[in-house]
């Protein structure tokens, strides 16, 4: 019985963290002790590289719009995501537009409006408002209620 666990254990390959950044392993760029070590499907083999495809998404920014300064997603956000949020038009967003701000083709923003869902913080006035499993909750500080989204 524990060989055939142990037999499964080894055919089996748990997912891998996709936002991992190699170049930051504590044995170097690309060096690893450990699986785990590695972006997404990638492993680490006996000579301690990370070896293999990831086979993650690879995040695309639109750089189709700009901000009020002109520049674009790939111009300054992606390498510099201190300034997202500071400088969005109507048709730029940096949390939507960009990789380096969370968004890009692999992103998850979501709008804070009153046609579209609301994010973790967001004003809500019932659960179907909410992203995810979110919940509508509210809060009482001394009678000014508000109510807002939270994870459940």
Do not use: H
Not at 58 to 64: E, H, K, L, N
Not at 100 to 108: A, Q
């Amino acid at each position: 019985m524990k060989l055939l666990a142990l037999i499964v254990l080894l055919g089996v390959s748990a997912a891998q963290d996709c936002t991992l950044d190699e170049s930051e392993n504590s044995r170097g760029a690309n060096q690893c002790w450990y699986d785990s070590e590695c972006a997404g499907d990638r492993y680490c083999s006996s000579g301690g590289w990370c070896s293999g495809e990831s086979n993650c998404p690879v995040c695309i920014s639109d750089d189709s719009v700009a901000d009020v300064d002109g520049d674009t997603c790939s111009a300054l956000y992606d390498n510099n995501p201190v300034g997202c949020g500071n400088y969005d038009t109507e048709d730029f967003i940096a949390a939507r537009d960009c990789c380096g701000c969370g968004g890009g083709s692999t992103g998850n923003y979501v709008a804070e409006d009153e046609n579209t869902l609301t994010g973790i913080g967001g004003a809500c006035d019932a659960d179907s408002a909410c992203v995810a499993n979110a919940c509508c909750s509210v809060t009482d500080y001394v009678e000014a209620q508000s109510t807002y989204c939270s994870a459940s």
